[in-house]
């Protein structure tokens, strides 16, 4: 669970989140094309590209490509997706919102340094919800209800595997998402999928989790699923615990 400014002639780091590089904003950015590329067939409306951007930085972030400590511009960042500053930092001004990143006035947005203590502080809070949330819900949830989310489960492996964080990460949360809502609490859900979320961001000692880590996250999964389904509480119970300890590191 998881420098610097992008160099010239290196491959920006945000193009491992899909987001394509030649994505332009009508009316704010220079609207010329060439003559090899045909005008859009559609307007792409500002707000999906700053739900690109959005996801883009995210993945970077968790990736450590976004160093904590670092400032970035929007100008800077939008130079390297092709849009104006506008929806970049729109997008930042979401992440400052959720605590990423802190506004640096006529500079731009510094990643935030977060410590261990902080780490420990959002495992406590998540186990103090989902610990009581996923030992009801074995008590209650039909087994074949637990083995529909076996995908989940084998996609955060999968993730793992590859050392892809980011995409570790987005699964991960899926999989507790899906075990939640089977709890018919939508807020629950929301509230614990943004402690969560936090969670994922790396520490400013610790900026990249190994591939080792990963894999030893992603086992836990498959083991809590299974411990859900013979509705043994004691196990689920020491696992859900141990995987947020884990996490801290």
Same mark, same amino acid.
């Not at 045909?38 to 409306?45: G, L, T």
């Not at 001004?93 to 261990?116: C, D, T």
């Not at 980011?166 to 943004?194: I, K, M, P, W």
């Given at each position: ?131 009581p949330v996923m030992l009801r819900l074995a ?34 949360? +899926?999989?507790?998402?899906?075990? &939640? ?8 859900? %929301? $509230?614990?999928?943004? @402690?969560? !979320? ?8 610790n900026p990249a989790t190994r591939r080792a880590?990963?894999?030893?996250? +992603?086992?836990?999964?498959?083991? &809590? ?8 509480? %004691? $196990?689920?119970?020491? @696992?859900? !615990? ?8």
């Amino acid at each position: 669970m998881e420098q610097g400014r992008a160099r010239e002639g290196v491959r920006p780091p945000y193009a491992s989140a899909g987001i394509p590089q030649d994505v332009r904003v009508p009316e704010q950015t220079r609207g010329e094309h060439t003559h090899s590329e045909p005008p859009a067939p559609r307007v792409v409306q500002r707000h999906s590209v700053r739900g690109q951007i959005l996801d883009a930085l995210r993945a970077a972030l968790v990736d450590g490509e976004l160093a904590p400590g670092q400032v970035y511009s929007a100008p800077a960042l939008g130079a390297r997706f092709g849009v104006s500053a506008t929806p970049v930092r729109e997008a930042m001004q979401q992440l400052a919102i959720e605590g990423a990143v802190e506004v640096v006035p006529n500079r731009g947005f510094r990643v935030s340094e977060r410590g261990p203590r902080e780490l420990a502080e959002l495992a406590e809070v998540r186990a103090l919800i989902e610990v009581p949330v996923m030992l009801r819900l074995a008590r209650t949830v039909p087994a074949g209800n637990w083995c529909v989310l076996r995908p989940l489960a084998e996609a955060t492996v999968a993730a793992a595997a590859v050392g892809d964080r980011a995409s570790y990460a987005e699964s991960d949360r +899926a999989f507790h998402r899906a075990v &939640l809502a089977l709890s018919g609490n939508q807020q629950l859900v %929301t $509230v614990a999928d943004e @402690l969560h !979320r936090r969670s994922q961001w790396p520490l400013v000692s610790n900026p990249a989790t190994r591939r080792a880590d990963l894999l030893a996250d +992603a086992s836990e999964h498959t083991a &809590l699923l299974d411990a859900l389904i013979a509705r043994d509480l %004691t $196990v689920v119970q020491s @696992l859900v !615990r141990e995987h947020f300890t884990g996490a801290e590191g």
